[in-house]
């Protein structure tokens, strides 16, 4: 789905909200990972991706070193 801006959404399955991105750290290893999670209530989704390579290519871009 897309917004109004044309930019990539995904809806919470409950409630329909664009789920937020947001870059974490584990607790006890400390390495970081993206968290997908609803605004309207986190406790209808909270999706982590770990995979290395893919964290680190968009932190990568975001920090602007590709």
Not at 20 to 37: D, I, T
Not at 41 to 47: M, Q, S, V
């Given at each position: 789905?897309?917004?109004?801006?044309?930019?990539?959404?995904?809806?919470?399955?409950?409630?329909?909200?664009?789920?937020q991105?947001r870059?974490?750290?584990?607790?006890?290893?400390?390495?970081?990972?993206v968290?997908?999670?609803?605004?309207?209530?986190?406790?209808?989704i909270?999706?982590?991706?770990?995979?290395?390579?893919?964290?680190?290519?968009?932190?990568?871009?975001?920090?602007?070193?590709?």
């Amino acid at each position: 789905m897309t917004d109004d801006n044309s930019h990539p959404r995904l809806p919470c399955h409950i409630c329909q909200a664009t789920l937020q991105v947001r870059l974490a750290r584990g607790r006890k290893s400390g390495k970081p990972f993206v968290m997908l999670v609803c605004p309207a209530d986190g406790r209808h989704i909270r999706a982590f991706v770990a995979d290395r390579a893919y964290v680190q290519g968009l932190v990568d871009q975001v920090e602007g070193r590709t």
